[in-house]
């Protein structure tokens, strides 16, 4: 069973960086065909796609975040991470990790981890 674990502070300060990461088991990061994606859901809001992380290191940004989201990944640890530049309190949200399928879409995601964006 793909497991997927979120880490990273709960709380940061408005014009901060939020950086999260994600620790996959029993999957690798590089196996082909597979991506790497990270999603939010703000309070009272649906799900937000935020992008992607390829199996080779390509990365997919979501238009509306792209200026201020950057993916990386380690593969010796078979992590990917997410960094999103000057936030506000519109980017508090529960942010979630997901393995990503071109025919199954989602099929395997984290717990979610809660994100307060709050001096």
């Known amino acids: 069973q793909v497991q997927l674990q979120e880490s990273g502070p709960g709380l940061v300060k408005p014009s901060q960086t939020l950086s999260l990461s994600c620790t996959v088991s029993?999957?690798?990061?590089?196996?082909?065909?597979?991506?790497w994606s990270w999603i939010r859901q703000s309070p009272g809001k649906g799900l937000e796609w935020m992008g992607a992380i390829s199996y080779s290191g390509t990365t997919y940004y979501s238009p509306s975040l792209e200026s201020r989201t950057h993916f990386s990944r380690d593969t010796s640890k078979n992590q990917f991470s997410l960094q999103l530049r000057s936030v506000t309190p519109e980017d508090t949200a529960v942010y979630y990790c997901a393995r990503v399928t071109v025919v199954d879409g989602c099929d395997f995601w984290g717990q979610g981890t809660q994100v307060t964006v709050s001096s």
């Open positions: 029993s999957a690798s990061i590089t196996t082909d065909y597979y991506y």
